[in-house]
Structures are given as structure tokens and as C-alpha cells.
């Protein structure tokens, strides 16, 4: 017959071989979606799906520097030849023209579906006469070259038309032939990857094909002339690149140093190596019993919910240090009865805490407090259940040394320290005060992994470039792709006249390429049949110098446009064209959206607010400020951690309150909460740290993790005294879990920094100012 | 779209100069008598001449050259249009449509926009790094004659001739690869 050790360790084992496989087939992600909210509203799923997969997420900006003027020259030339050819680029623009042969082409064949211009009015006798004139006029202008190969095909000038429509705006500057910086000390280039914004892969690849090519055109400068020449590049996809690398490494950087501190403390505790790989099961369950929660709820684990496994650690740990150091001597049962209920309620606050988080809208908190809770709850069943059977009845821990039973001693007497700590407490609460102002005020970029020389970076290249930071966009939605392009045309109508008033500088728009079959429709139905069109052209240009009789190209090419019919999306295939459709056309869940990129009307203005509202109002389509989106968002994920967090110190203290059932004693292990919340946001401000959304998570946590060790304390305060076994084990316990929390806080993540500098010092903090005030003083 | 901008950067040679040259039997003597230039008003007419069309097109207006690299263009008649290159921006505005380019953007876009603007600053050296260069005549009726040397201008431009009489330059003529021609006559306003 099995014995129960083997039965229970059978079991466990294979809930544990079933979460490696659950967490094996799970996605990890170290994406942007950690901080986009889970409820978005339509202007931040705007925001949402532009930085995932917006155009915009797909631009690499990139600048040569070094050498002179024409060795940057020939090696941007090099570059974009080469990068056209890996075909890994939707687009590399340099300055230098592309073939844009394909693109007038195309505009030349679908000339009347596109052409602004063309209604019934045009095509009359009177229209026909005052447009070709109007053309032959031209010849003399500096559009002439442009209009006369064309001149036969097009008299009427839809070419023009819609070239017109194009006007490109802000260019950069040019030096040798490409395009350079301000200063002109730098060759620029924009490229525009194929792989998605989100595609985090596609993007690596992307940039190792920009290196490569790089590399490429610097070797093959004759001479050694590229040794000079060094490449910056920036851009979405790069940061995101960077943010995964940099999770990636932290996670396990974070998770050893967590280990390895945890294991030394424990080895040193118990020595003994059987205990310290038993004291591990609870821990290990509790990891890999987050890790599979999450992926099972989510789908998608973020490489910062594992790093943050490294916290999880050094509280999980916990429980299993009690027991042995307390059923040690004890005995089991005795431990179960008189230790297990108060590791029981630490672990109802650790839960309420974490628990709480699971209401956030910010998906990336929200799946840290799953985490954090189904790894806490099964760290404590593992130990209730699963060790004890495990460990059988030999578990000899080393008897406290001498420094405990000096610490106990101590202990009694730290209730001398109140008038100084709360002092101290004063002066935290009152520099608190005075910076109240000053303590929180960054945003949401605060979380980001980006750094600030990165940014700064960044900003400089898009200048330089005068790329599209698409800050402010229109968006238009519709039930159908029809639908949509049509509500796009009635804006553009609306947005025209602000362009023209100059309120705006201009706006893109993917009707240019792509017209309504309902308004492409209404322009071919503007054109004569062939006869009908012979005889208005031959009435129209008696006087002309341009004959009728020249202008058979022009009477085949309205016949083949009405028979061509409108233009479909698929017509664009393979063109520049289709990528700017794409990247404003996007098919949602329940339609079809249209993004309308705006310009400002000069670099240093504002967005006219209050004018494009009042133009758009009535049409349905939304302006949407980008930055103003992000800050919107950010102060939604704060206000809402503030009602969390104050909701969970809430439950807890409900908590306490019921399980002590004494106001004193509530009071006691209360104020020791506040005053080390107090001290610890007071160090990191004035420690010159940029307060923000997870140092307010932080503060929870330090409520939650931090009452555990006031409750022992507590248990003396209850007429239990304390003894030097569980003394020890409340020390071992807090050291631990303030080096779980304390490695965080050597992360470069601001997420998992910002909890960590805020736990960490905290958790031993609580211990102190239990000891202080919760702790009965032995009067001598 | 940018190419054929480019192209039309052509169009701004056949239209221009409010010079004051001085005649000079050599290229050297011309190019010095050039640079002296201090830019002035000018009245312009444009023929056009187009194989397709059976009259030339034609257009008048004003023109302001001031050295060494702003030059304005205004059409007046048969409708009111404007150019002005100004360094290597060109702009262009016709029926409150505004359009601004780049020419450094592309050689053969450079090399149209040196023709005129080297001629009149008298920059021989900018001129003969698109350019060869042939001067006929004298001092009271000097001839130079522009040969685009690379292949991208060659293939649109046959040549670019531009004649005076003493302090005056009185025509630019393009003659086109195709066989079709742009003659530019200018008159001084005021110097």
C-alpha cells in the first residue's frame, strides 16, 4: 500500500508536471499592450491600434553621421538600394526620387475615378473649353513639362488634379543629393517596415537588416572611406526591440539574484539542505501556479509579471520558514493550532492586497495581482498540506543562536523608541505635506522602458526628418468599407474648408487613392459617351490651338474609364498606394475605421482645438489627440489604483478588525502601517525619485505583505508570548521577502522598480515599527 | 508626384533674368561683367511652342532678380501665377494653390536651376558642372550657348541659349530634345 507521503507527493508532482505543460504552451509577451487599457474607449482604441499597428509603429528613423557630406551621401544611396532589395521594407526614403513612374501611372489610368474635378459641368461644351484652355495655359508654367507628354490622353488636366491633392508639405533638408539633417551634419532616411508594429520578431529582423546594411555600405566605400561613419536609429519598433531584450535579461538577472539571496539566507537558517529544498516546494508551486493562472485567464503572460516572480519568491518563502522553524519544536499539530490561523490572516491581507489589482483597468497590473495572489494562496496550501506530510516528523531546525534571544530581550524594550519614531514619523508626514504638490505629476512615459536620452534622441531624428508624429487624428467609422470611405469623404469636405482658411495645415486621407464607388461612381457618370464627347470637344476648341482632331487618346481614355468602372481596393495592389491605404483604412470588430492624420499649420502653432470639434460636430467622426489620450489614460489607471488601493487597505483593515476583535490592538498594527507607508514615500521623494502609479500600487502592497510581520508581534500583544523560535522565523521571513521585493528595485523596468524601492524597504520597516509599536513592552 | 515637380523646375528656366550684362568676347570677361549684376525689375513675354498645339502658347508678365540666388517670376497675363526660387526652394502659387519643392532634391532638378541662376551670379564653375559652355559674338551681341554634359538633362534638353546686347540680356531660349522650345524676351524696367 502507498504510503500518504508518497500519495501527496504523487499528486502534487503531477500538478506540477500539468503547469510546466500549461506554462511551456503559453505566449509570453513584452509588448506595449502591458500599459494599453483593457475597456477602451473609441478614442483610445484608436490610440491602441495605432500604436500597434499604425503606420506610425512601422517607421524607423535612422541617421548616418561621421565622414563628410558626400561619403554620408554614398552610403545612405547604398543603404536604400540594398534595403530595397531585401524587400523587408514597404518603403526607404532617402530623398532620393523613387520610381515613381508606377505611381503616375497609376494615377494617369484611374485619372477620372480620382479627379476632385470631374463633374457634369466639366464634360459640357462651356467645361470642355474652359478646361482644356486652362490646360494649354499652363504649358507656359512651370507645370508645363508635367502636363505636356500627357497633353493628348488629358486635356482636361485630371492628371494634375490629382497630383495637386498630394502636396507632401514639410520636406527635409537636402544635402548631395539625399536627404540630411538641420545642421546638415547627418544623412537621414525613413523606412517603413513590413512587419507590423507589434510583431516584435519582424521588427528585430528589420533593424539586423538595417545594421547589415549599414555594415554592407560601409565596406563597400572605396578607400576604407566609411570607417567614419556611424549610424543612429530610432523609431517604435526599435524601443520595442529594446524593451523586450531588456525585460528578457532583467527576468533572469532578477530571478537569480533573488534565488541566490533567498537560498543563502535559508541555507544559513537551516542548515540543513534537505530543509532548505523542502522550504522550496511552496515557493516553486507558488511561481509556476502564477505563472499558469495568468496564462490560462490572460492567454498572454508579460515578461514583467515573470520578473515580478522574483517578489513572489521571497514572500512565498515565507510560510514555509515558519513551519519548520515553529513546528520544529512544537510539534505539528501544536503549530497548527496555535501559529496556522495567524499565517492564515497574513496571508488573507497578502491576498486582499494583490487581489485588489485584479479590478485595474491596466491590464499589466491587473495580471501582477493574479499572479501575486494565486501564487501567494498556493505557496500557503502548499505548506498547510503538502510539507508537512513531505517533511515527516524529523525537521530539526538549529536552535536560535544567542543573537535571538539578545533581539528578544530587546524586543521588550523597543516601545522606548515611540517618541523618537513618531518623530520621525512627524517629520516624514510633514515634508509630505509641504511637497504635496510635488509628489506625483509624471505620466504615463514614466513607465515606459525608455530612456530619456532615447527620447531625446528620437525627438531629434523626427525633426530632422519632419516625420509624422500623428499626434492628432480624425477618426470615422462606418458599417461597411463603403460606408466608411464615404463618412471619410463628407469629413474631408468639412476638413477642406478649415485647410483652406489655414486653420489647419492639411490632412491625409485615404480617399485620395481610394474614392467611395458612390462618388467614383458619380464622376463616371459624368463622362459622354464617345460621340457625344467628339461633338462638345469639336464645338469646344474651334478657336483653340489645341484641334479636336489630336485629341483621340482623350475620347478613348473617357470610353475606357466607363467601362473600367470604380476602383476596388484590390486595384491597388502592389502600388505605394495600397500601403497608405491600409494604413488609414482599418476593418475593426464592428466595421470599418478611417484615421485622418492632421497637420499642423506651421511648426510652432497649436491644434485649433475648439475649431476642428466644432467643424466635425454632427458628422460622427471623432478628433482624437494622441498625447492627450496617453495623459487621459494615465490619470484614469490613477485615479483607479487610488480607489483600489484605498479598497483593499479597506477590506484589510476589515479584516484585522474582525480577526482581533480589540481596537487597541487594530489601532496599533495600523498606525505601524501608515507610519511605514509615511517614511518610505517621504525617503524616495526626497531621495529625488518621480513618484508615481506603481509606487501607489507599492503602497498597498507594503499594507498587505507588512501586516503579516505585525501580526506576530501582535499574537504577544494577545496574551501569547512571543519565543525566540518564532522570533527567528519572523526575521528569517521578513529578510526574505525584503530581499524578494528589494532585488526588483535593482531593475531597470520602472514598473518593477517602483514596486520594488517601495516594498522592499518597507517590509522591514513594518517589522521595526511592529516591534516598536505593537510589540508589549517588558517593563523591567 | 516629386519627379514631375522636378521637371517642372524646367519651366523656371524659361523665364527669368533681369540682368545687366556686360558683352565680352571671352567667357571669362562675361562672367565677371555677370557677377557684378545688383538685380532689378524686368517685363517678360514666353512663347511656347509645342508640336501638339497649332499657335505658340503665350505668357507675360514681371520678373525681380535679387544676387546672388532669389529670383521671382510673376505671371500676369493670361492668369496670375507666381515662382520664387529662393536659394533651392522653389515655391509656386496659382489659383491660391501653393506648392513648395525642394530643387537640390535631384541633379537634373539642380542643373535646370543653375542654368539661369549661375548665368546671372556669373558662377562659371557652377555652370560647368552641368554645362558646356560656348560663347559667340561681341560686346554689342554676345550669344552663350549651355550643352547639358549629363545624361539625365541631355535627355530632355538640347540646349539652353541665352543672348544680349551690351548690359542686356534680351532672350532665353530652351530647345527642347523633343523638338519643342520655350523663347523667353526680357526688357529692364528698372535696374
Not at chain 1, 377 to 384: M, S
Not at chain 1, 599 to 624: H, N
Not at chain 2, 9 to 35: E, N, R, T
Request: charged share 20%; aromatic share 6%.
Amino acid at each position: 500500500m502507498m504510503s500518504s507521503r508518497l500519495r501527496v507527493f504523487l499528486l502534487w508532482l503531477l500538478l506540477m508536471c500539468a503547469g510546466v505543460a500549461v506554462v511551456a504552451n503559453s505566449r509570453f509577451s513584452t509588448d506595449i499592450s502591458f500599459f494599453l487599457p483593457s475597456r477602451p474607449t473609441p478614442e483610445q482604441q484608436v490610440l491602441v491600434s495605432q500604436l500597434q499597428d499604425g503606420s506610425v509603429s512601422r517607421l524607423l528613423m535612422l541617421a548616418v553621421e561621421g565622414g563628410d557630406e558626400s561619403q554620408r551621401a554614398v552610403a545612405s544611396r547604398a543603404m536604400r538600394k540594398g534595403l530595397l532589395a531585401g524587400g523587408q521594407f514597404l518603403s526607404v526614403q532617402n530623398g532620393e526620387a523613387a520610381a515613381t513612374d508606377g505611381e503616375r501611372d497609376f494615377f494617369l489610368r484611374y485619372r477620372y475615378q480620382l479627379s476632385p474635378a470631374v463633374n457634369d459641368q466639366r464634360f459640357s461644351e462651356a467645361g470642355l473649353r474652359e478646361a482644356v484652355g486652362d490646360t494649354i495655359q499652363s504649358l507656359a508654367s512651370p507645370m508645363g513639362l508635367l502636363i505636356k507628354p500627357f497633353l493628348a490622353q488629358d486635356p482636361t488636366g485630371e492628371l494634375l488634379a490629382v497630383l495637386e491633392q498630394l502636396n507632401p508639405g514639410a520636406q527635409p533638408e537636402m544635402r548631395a543629393g539625399v536627404w540630411a539633417s538641420r545642421d546638415g551634419e547627418r544623412a537621414m532616411m525613413l523606412l517603413e517596415t513590413r512587419a507590423q508594429g507589434s510583431d516584435i520578431d519582424g521588427q528585430a529582423q528589420s533593424i539586423e537588416r538595417v545594421r547589415e546594411a549599414f555594415d554592407a555600405a560601409k565596406a563597400g566605400m572605396a578607400d576604407g572611406g566609411g570607417a567614419g561613419l556611424s549610424m543612429q536609429l530610432s523609431g517604435p519598433g526599435v524601443f520595442a526591440v529594446k524593451s523586450r531584450e531588456s525585460i528578457k535579461a532583467e527576468v533572469s538577472k532578477l530571478l537569480l539574484i533573488s534565488t541566490l539571496g533567498i537560498v543563502g539566507v535559508l541555507l544559513w537558517a537551516y542548515r540543513s539542505p534537505r530543509l532548505l529544498a523542502l522550504g522550496l516546494l511552496p515557493m516553486l508551486s507558488g511561481a509556476l501556479a502564477g505563472a499558469v493562472v495568468v496564462s490560462l485567464v490572460y492567454g498572454t503572460v508579460f515578461g514583467i509579471t515573470v520578473g515580478f516572480g522574483s517578489a513572489l519568491i521571497g514572500e512565498a518563502v515565507d510560510y514555509a520558514i515558519y513551519f519548520f522553524v515553529q513546528s520544529g519544536r512544537l510539534g505539528l499539530a501544536h503549530w497548527r493550532r496555535s501559529f496556522w490561523p495567524t499565517i492564515r490572516l497574513g496571508v488573507m491581507t497578502s491576498a486582499l492586497g494583490f487581489g485588489a489589482l485584479l479590478f485595474s483597468g491596466f491590464p499589466g497590473l491587473a495580471q501582477l495581482g493574479l499572479y501575486a495572489l494565486s501564487g501567494v494562496v498556493t505557496a500557503a496550501l502548499v505548506t498547510r498540506f503538502v510539507l508537512p506530510t513531505l517533511a515527516g516528523q524529523v525537521h530539526s531546525v538549529p536552535e536560535p543562536g544567542r543573537w535571538v534571544h539578545s533581539v528578544l530581550a530587546l524586543l521588550g524594550q523597543a516601545y522606548r523608541l515611540r517618541i523618537g519614531v513618531l518623530a520621525l514619523a512627524m517629520a516624514a508626514g510633514s515634508y509630505l505635506w509641504l511637497e504635496r504638490d510635488d509628489l506625483w505629476g509624471a505620466n504615463l512615459s514614466a513607465l515606459s522602458t525608455v530612456t530619456e536620452a532615447e527620447g531625446a534622441n528620437d525627438g531629434r531624428l523626427r525633426a530632422d526628418l519632419a516625420a509624422p508624429d500623428a499626434r492628432y487624428l480624425v477618426l470615422v467609422t462606418g458599417a461597411s468599407q463603403e460606408a466608411a470611405l464615404q463618412a471619410a469623404e463628407e469629413v474631408g469636405d468639412r476638413l477642406d474648408g478649415l485647410v483652406h482658411e489655414g486653420v489647419i495645415g492639411g490632412y491625409d486621407t485615404p480617399v485620395r487613392f481610394l474614392p467611395s464607388a458612390e462618388r467614383q461612381n458619380r464622376r463616371l457618370a459624368a463622362l459622354p459617351e464617345p460621340s457625344v464627347l467628339q461633338a462638345r470637344l469639336a464645338a469646344a476648341l474651334v478657336d483653340s490651338p489645341l484641334s479636336a482632331s489630336k485629341l483621340g487618346p482623350f475620347i478613348d481614355g473617357v470610353a475606357s474609364a466607363r467601362s473600367a468602372g470604380a476602383l476596388q481596393r484590390k486595384d491597388l495592389d502592389g502600388t505605394a498606394m495600397a500601403l497608405a491605404v491600409d494604413a488609414m483604412l482599418t476593418r475593426s470588430v464592428k466595421g470599418w475605421n478611417v484615421m485622418l492624420p492632421l497637420r499642423l499649420p506651421s511648426d510652432e502653432s497649436d491644434m485649433p482645438v475648439a475649431r476642428l470639434e466644432a467643424a466635425l460636430a454632427g458628422s460622427g467622426a471623432v478628433f482624437v489627440d494622441m498625447k492627450g489620450e496617453f495623459d487621459t489614460l494615465y490619470g484614469g489607471y490613477v485615479s483607479e489604483a487610488v480607489s483600489l488601493s484605498l479598497a483593499g487597505c479597506a477590506l484589510i483593515v476589515l479584516l484585522l478588525g474582525l480577526t482581533l476583535r480589540s481596537p487597541i490592538r487594530l489601532m496599533r498594527v495600523l498606525l505601524t502601517l501608515v507610519l511605514t507607508v509615511a517614511v518610505v514615500i517621504a525617503g524616495l521623494h526626497a531621495s529625488g525619485e518621480k513618484l508615481h502609479l506603481l509606487h501607489l500600487v507599492g503602497m498597498l502592497l507594503i499594507v498587505a505583505v507588512g501586516s503579516n510581520y505585525a501580526l506576530f508581534f501582535d499574537r504577544a500583544a494577545g496574551g501569547e508570548p512571543l519565543d525566540a523560535a518564532t522570533l527567528m522565523s519572523l526575521c528569517v521571513a521578513t529578510l526574505t521577502t525584503a530581499i524578494g521585493f528589494g532585488t526588483l528595485a535593482a531593475s531597470r523596468v520602472p514598473v518593477l522598480n517602483a514596486i520594488g524601492t517601495t516594498v522592499g524597504p518597507g517590509a522591514l520597516l513594518a517589522l521595526l515599527l511592529a516591534a516598536v509599536f505593537v510589540y508589549p513592552p517588558q517593563r523591567r | 508626384m516629386k519627379r514631375f515637380l522636378r521637371l517642372a523646375v524646367l519651366g523656371l528656366g524659361l523665364g527669368l533674368v533681369a540682368s545687366m550684362a556686360h558683352a565680352a568676347y571671352s567667357l571669362d570677361q562675361l562672367m565677371a561683367d555677370l557677377a557684378q549684376n545688383k538685380g532689378g525689375r524686368a517685363r517678360f513675354v514666353e512663347k511656347r511652342f509645342v508640336a501638339l498645339l497649332d499657335k505658340p502658347v503665350v505668357a507675360s508678365g514681371e520678373m525681380l532678380y535679387t544676387p546672388p540666388d532669389r529670383l521671382e517670376k510673376r505671371t500676369l497675363l493670361p492668369k496670375p501665377e507666381s515662382m520664387v526660387l529662393d536659394k533651392d526652394k522653389l515655391i509656386m502659387e496659382r489659383d491660391k494653390r501653393r506648392m513648395s519643392i525642394n530643387v537640390s532634391s535631384r541633379p537634373e532638378a539642380q542643373a535646370f536651376v543653375e542654368s539661369i541662376r549661375s548665368t546671372l551670379s556669373g558662377n562659371r564653375q557652377a555652370l560647368e558642372a552641368h554645362y558646356r559652355l560656348e560663347i559667340q559674338g561681341e560686346r554689342t551681341g554676345w550669344t552663350l550657348t549651355l550643352l547639358p554634359t549629363e545624361p539625365e538633362i541631355a535627355a530632355l534638353l538640347q540646349r539652353v541659349t541665352v543672348s544680349g546686347s551690351q548690359k542686356q540680356v534680351q532672350r532665353i531660349e530652351y530647345l527642347q530634345v523633343d523638338g519643342d522650345r520655350s523663347e523667353l524676351t526680357i526688357e529692364v524696367i528698372e535696374p
